[in-house]
């Protein structure tokens, strides 16, 4: 789960980390009063979304300016008449894509006297089951465009989880930043905090693009982006809390009701499966025969009826899908009950385009007895291979 900026520089102020005071906006009329409470000189306005690049994005209606997504504000009138125009508007970068996201929070900041700007990230590293820092002397910049045009001024070390974050570590981020004395102490004392909140609430990674050094010496989170293992929010009521599901995919916060692992694609076969690794198969077959998938969907092991008749709504909901590739090994999942929740999905909501159905496994004689005796206009298929087949020349064939 991810939150906003303001969210996320709350949660690090809890365990003490510095950063810059600022107010949250969400309708234009309290643009001033932020302003006066923060006092000035200078205010930055930030868009809240849940995407990078804002600073570089463009507004997609003319009436919110030429300038980005973070704004720099000299007076109390000009934090007022960049909210205005901000607050409402489309802001497009480079992850959200043409479509942009509707900017519906604003963050209203102190501004900052800059000396020098760093970035520092922690995520979970799967191939050590350890926690891992990434920190760089080029703060401010994409770090996938620093990965890749210089790979040497990105340092990365993991900590072992049995001793946690130790001196040496705090030596080994002051010295990859170049920081001495003073500074170098704030980094120890930074990165023990960062470290504790980030076991303390379960992040899965946490982004500090920039961490500056201010003009009086002292290092500052001028930026935060967090994300948060979903598998333990039951054990964070209060970061649960602070979901925002309007920045979230419909379709993904629809299937998150019923436990499906659902990821809303760019293709034009909608696809139904289970298991993680047959789901990925799945679409790599689809992509082989030449069309792409329009989502990935993994029921799992335990899936009702109900649950089926959900994800079967979810898939033909996407104005995208030309075809339908239900594809299920049946194991723990019994062939039978998706059979029935694809019946009662299809006489609900109506069958318009191509479905193919692969069964195996548990059950798969009632499951395909099922869906044949139903007399809908379903194509059969006898392998994976045959599926993936059918399916595309179906969608082809359609068009």
Wanted: with cysteine.
């Amino acid at each position: 789960m991810n939150i906003h900026e303001y969210q996320a520089k709350a949660v690090l102020k809890e365990f003490g980390a510095p950063v810059s005071r600022g107010v949250a906006v969400l309708k234009a009329e309290d643009a001033e009063k932020a302003a006066k409470e923060l006092g000035g000189p200078l205010w930055v306005v930030k868009s809240q979304i849940h995407a990078g690049g804002r600073g570089k994005g463009k507004f997609k209606e003319s009436s919110a300016g030429e300038k980005g997504g973070v704004r720099l504000s000299k007076s109390v009138e000009d934090v007022v008449a960049n909210v205005k125009q901000m607050l409402g508007a489309t802001l497009v970068t480079i992850q959200t894509g043409p479509a942009g996201k509707q900017v519906n929070r604003l963050y209203i900041e102190e501004g900052s006297d800059i000396a020098k700007e760093f970035y520092l990230s922690m995520l979970v590293d799967r191939s050590t089951s350890r926690i891992a820092f990434v920190v760089s002397t080029e703060g401010g910049m994409d770090i996938e465009e620093v990965a890749h045009k210089t790979p040497e001024k990105i340092i990365t070390f993991s900590v072992d989880p049995a001793t946690g974050v130790m001196g040496h570590h705090g030596r080994r981020v002051a010295q990859a930043l170049g920081l001495t004395g003073d500074l170098a102490k704030q980094a120890q004392s930074l990165i023990e905090k960062l470290y504790k909140a980030f076991v303390a609430k379960d992040m899965e990674m946490l982004e500090i693009n920039p961490l500056i050094v201010t003009t009086d010496g002292n290092l500052k989170c001028l930026d935060a982006k967090v994300s948060f293992d979903n598998n333990a929010l039951y054990r964070h009521p209060d970061i649960a809390a602070l979901r925002d599901e309007t920045e979230e995919d419909k379709a993904e916060l629809e299937a998150s009701k019923y436990d499906l692992n659902y990821i809303t694609l760019d293709g034009t076969i909608g696809c139904m499966v289970n298991g993680a690794g047959l789901a990925m198969a799945t679409m790599d077959i689809i992509k082989l025969y030449g069309e792409s998938p329009a989502n990935f969907l993994d029921v799992g092991g335990g899936a009702s009826k109900e649950k089926v008749t959900a994800a079967f709504k979810i898939i033909t909901a996407d104005p995208n899908v030309k075809g339908i590739l239900i594809n299920i090994f049946g194991g723990i999942m019994k062939c039978d009950i998706i059979a029935e929740g694809v019946i009662a999905a299809v006489k609900e909501v109506g069958l318009k385009v191509p479905l193919v159905v692969r069964l195996e496994g548990t059950n798969v004689d009632q499951g395909k007895k099922i869906i044949s005796e139903s007399k809908l206009n379903v194509i059969p298929a006898d392998d994976l291979d045959d599926a993936a087949q059918k399916i595309v020349k179906a969608v082809k064939e359609a068009a």
